[in-house]
């Protein structure tokens, strides 16, 4: 378990002190995938440099397995880095050496692996990122998420408990995104590490993390179970990022509001319920006539989900609204 109390980084520029992150609580569970999405400068580098810490805090207390990590001696911290594996967003490769010499180089740093040791686990890393055939190729010879992958089997070399991403995604093209994704979530699913992801995008968020917290200049302004966040966002930060990952246009939604007549309803499906014809047997019952303003049918992790928003006009309003409350779905009031 990671927990941050009242964690806070300020970096001094000349002489003056730079707020980079306001006094923080926070709980990362062992063995979840915990997204931390905010925008270009919100302190999301600085919070996940924390956690190993590359980064010393100004105050506050970092707690890994109930100990206080800012207590370390330099040999503690030594021997706790071995257990905290990083990727990064440009792979930061030694372009000199092979795939595979990338691979065993925190092993040899260590200094405490025999080269048998090495070896075995080199071949069983480069097979489970799928790069048996590209052992002696150099990172100029492969492609963006071939390289992303030597990072991920790099950062895994010494058997660490907790991986750290900092924007491992977001130098690769959709395709390769959703690849690496997968095998992230295969390593979370199958190692049980702890993986905390950083990410701009909430569409990253949706489809790998369990739960997120959302920065915004320095600050964790929303925290929660990611269909939470995702299906209730409460933060206008958060509201906007989720509007991107749908490509949905505020100014756009609201005028179409404007031009809706009757009751305007925001529903929301999870699980078994996005299958359930619920629609029609509801107006049916009802009276209740709809028509459909937005829609979205998607899945958050493996949890299937559908948002709905809706006009009503006529039939028996309050019928309908039971009906939906009866069958599990999250019924918001937008007008
Ligand atoms: P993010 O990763 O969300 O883009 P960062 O954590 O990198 O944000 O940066 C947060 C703030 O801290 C920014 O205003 C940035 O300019 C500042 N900052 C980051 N690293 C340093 C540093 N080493 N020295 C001074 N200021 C820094
Ligand atoms: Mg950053």
Known sequence: MIVF???????????????ALHPTDMTIKTGEVFGIV???????STLVRLINLLEPPTGGRILIDGEDITRYSAN???AFRRKVGMIFQHFNLLSSKTVQENIAF??????IYSKAEIRDRVSELLARVSLTDHADKYPSQLSGGQKQRVGIARALACRPTI???DEATSALDPQTTQSVLSLLADINRELGLTIVLITHEMDVVRRVCDRVAVMDAGNVVEMGPVSEVF???SHPTTRDFVFESENV????LAADLQKANGRILRLTFKGDATYQPLLGSVARASGVDFSILSGRIDHIKDIPYGQLTLSLVGGDLD???KAFDAADVHVEVVR
């Open 249 to 252: 246009d505020a100014g756009e």
């Open 5 to 19: 109390d009242q964690v806070h980084k300020s970096y001094t520029v000349a002489g003056r002190a730079i707020p």
């Open 76 to 78: 503690e911290l030594r």
């Open 106 to 111: 925190p092993m040899k740093l260590a200094g």
């Open 163 to 165: 991986l750290l991403c």
């Open 319 to 321: 019928l309908a609204m």
């Open 231 to 233: 299906l209730h966002p």
């Open 38 to 44: 905010g925008h270009s400068g919100a302190g999301k």
